[in-house]
């Protein structure tokens, strides 16, 4: 099993691991994002691989703030469900630690949902601690407004 860079490559991978955590964007939109990912600066994206068969991946970012130092931020993990348990999700998350240190970042934050129990019970098993309960807002934009 090996941790290693996304590639365009692996679009079919990450449409099946993305439904897992509950999104389906056609191939079109994911393959657009993908583009963004491997474009963007500070950006990490990763695939877990065991015998050619990608089985988890992980996606995180710099964000620089002015109330706080630098950090790292998760935007997702996932591990597909038949191989979970197998010290995938760790060895992903510590490749993230890995990259963050790389960069300068002294922190990695991230959110999960309230309801994902499975997931506050990993992230406490590997050393992350609950900062806050928040909620999480959003709005929509008009684009024609642009
Ligand atoms: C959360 C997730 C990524 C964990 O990946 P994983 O490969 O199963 O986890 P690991 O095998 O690396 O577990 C690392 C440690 O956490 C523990 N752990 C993992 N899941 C756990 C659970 N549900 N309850 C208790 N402990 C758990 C493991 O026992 C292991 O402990 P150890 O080092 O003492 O043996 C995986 O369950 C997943 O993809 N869940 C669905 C998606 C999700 O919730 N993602 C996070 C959204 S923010």
């Known amino acids: ?22 999104y389906n964007p056609d191939s079109g939109e994911l393959r657009d994002r993908i583009e963004c990912v491997l474009k963007a600066d500070k950006h990490f994206a990763a695939v877990a691989e065991q015998d050619g068969r990608v089985v988890g991946m992980v996606n995180a970012y710099e964000r620089p703030a002015l109330e706080k130092p630098r950090a790292v931020i998760v935007q997702s993990l996932v591990v597909k469900s038949k191989d979970r348990r197998a010290r995938i999700g760790k060895l992903l998350m510590a490749s993230t630690e890995a990259w963050a240190r790389r960069i300068g970042a002294t922190q990695i934050v991230l959110h999960t949902q ?9 992230y406490l098993r590997i050393g992350y601690h609950l900062l806050a309960t928040s909620h999480f807002m959003s709005k929509g934009l008009d684009t024609a407004q642009r």
Not at 114 to 121: L, Y
């Open 1 to 22: 099993m090996h941790i290693r860079p996304l590639d365009r490559q692996d679009l079919g991978s990450v449409i099946e691991l993305l439904a897992e955590l509950g």
């Open 114 to 122: 309230i309801d994902r129990q499975d997931a506050k019970a990993f």
